[in-house]
Structure formats: structure tokens, C-alpha cells
């Protein structure tokens, strides 16, 4: 049984994320998606909504479940049996950071195995920052995110 987890803060899930999510559900036994809280970013969805949101957007997964966690990321995967972390890699900036990353995980966990990812080259040039701000000018986000969560942001910004 081959576990991965796909972390990150998910504020909200995109239509990359998704992509992600795709490949290594066809890559691993099980694949969970970990949500950080990271209250240092101020994400705009509390943890339990960005929960809510990729439980409904990886419905179709049978093998892809989401779990909320703040913490060490490698003490998680062993907890849950994971040997590999899932990262996209977009674009060469994502690198150095994802290395560094990778680096350190390695020298806290030998036996947790980093594994970048491209996603579809017309996601590479989304992230969730950019949804948000095109959102708070009332630009289309449709092509960025599934209907559900377009209308969650909406919602979100008008009550902000
Ligand atoms: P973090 O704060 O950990 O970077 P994000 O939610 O921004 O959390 O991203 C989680 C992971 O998904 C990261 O590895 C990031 O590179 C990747 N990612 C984000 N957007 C995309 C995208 N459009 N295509 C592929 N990977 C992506």
C-alpha cells in the first residue's frame, strides 16, 4: 500500500491543484491531501473550508481523501504511514524553494521520498493569490476553479 500526501495550504483549491491530485491518485495507492492552517499567510477559508471544498472536488477519487494538519509535515507522514510528498513544480521560482523543502525533509525523514510534479502546461501559470485578487475585481475565475468553489470565494469576498 503506497501512501502519498499532497500538502499545502489549498486557499482555496485550484484547477492545478486538481490536476496534481489526478496524476498522483493514478500514481499511488492513496493519496491525502494535507491542509495547512497556516495562520501566517491569513488565508481567506478557514482550514475546515478548504477541507470541505477538496472533499467535494476529489469526490470522484476513491483513493484521494483530505485531512487538516499543523505540524512537523514529515512526523504526519509517518503517522499515516506516507513515503511520499507530493509538490507542484510550475515554474523554474518553484524550484528552489521545493529543493530546499526536499532537502530538509530528507534530512528529517530518509524514508520520505519528495516528488515534484508538473502540472498541465495551461495551469502554470495559476495559483490561488492570483484567483483571489482577479475574484476581489469581479473577474471570471471559471476557468481557474469548479463553479462550486467560484461561488464560495464570492461569497467569501462580499462578506469580508
Ligand atoms: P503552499 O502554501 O504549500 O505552497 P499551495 O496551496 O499554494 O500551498 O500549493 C500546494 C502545492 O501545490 C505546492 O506544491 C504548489 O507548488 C502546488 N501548486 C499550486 N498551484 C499549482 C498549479 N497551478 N499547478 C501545479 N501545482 C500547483
Redesign the pocket.
Known amino acids: 500500500m503506497k501512501t502519498a500526501l499532497?500538502?499545502?495550504?489549498?486557499?482555496p483549491?485550484?484547477?492545478?491543484?486538481i490536476?496534481?491530485i489526478g496524476r498522483a491518485s493514478a500514481l499511488f495507492d492513496r493519496v491525502i491531501v494535507t491542509v495547512?492552517k497556516?495562520p501566517k499567510?491569513t488565508p481567506l477559508f478557514t482550514a475546515e473550508e478548504r477541507e470541505d471544498m477538496i472533499r467535494e472536488a476529489v469526490k470522484s477519487w476513491p483513493n484521494v481523501t483530505c485531512e487538516i494538519f499543523d505540524g512537523l509535515l514529515v512526523q504526519f507522514a509517518k503517522d499515516r504511514q506516507a513515503t511520499a510528498l507530493?509538490?507542484?513544480?510550475?515554474v523554474i521560482s518553484?524550484f528552489e524553494?521545493?529543493l530546499q523543502m526536499a532537502h530538509v525533509n530528507r534530512r528529517l525523514a530518509q524514508e520520505v521520498v519528495t516528488i515534484?510534479?508538473?502540472?498541465?502546461e495551461k495551469?502554470?501559470?495559476?495559483?490561488?493569490?492570483i484567483v483571489k485578487e482577479v475574484a476581489s475585481f469581479g473577474g471570471d475565475i471559471q476557468s481557474f476553479v469548479p463553479p462550486f468553489i467560484a461561488e464560495k470565494i464570492k461569497i467569501k469576498l462580499i462578506q469580508k
Request: negative net charge.
Open positions: 499532497y500538502p499545502g495550504t489549498f486557499d483549491l485550484t484547477y492545478g491543484h490536476d496534481i495547512a497556516n499567510k507530493i509538490r507542484g513544480l510550475r518553484d524553494y521545493e515534484l510534479m508538473m502540472p498541465g495551469y502554470t501559470y495559476l495559483n490561488s493569490s
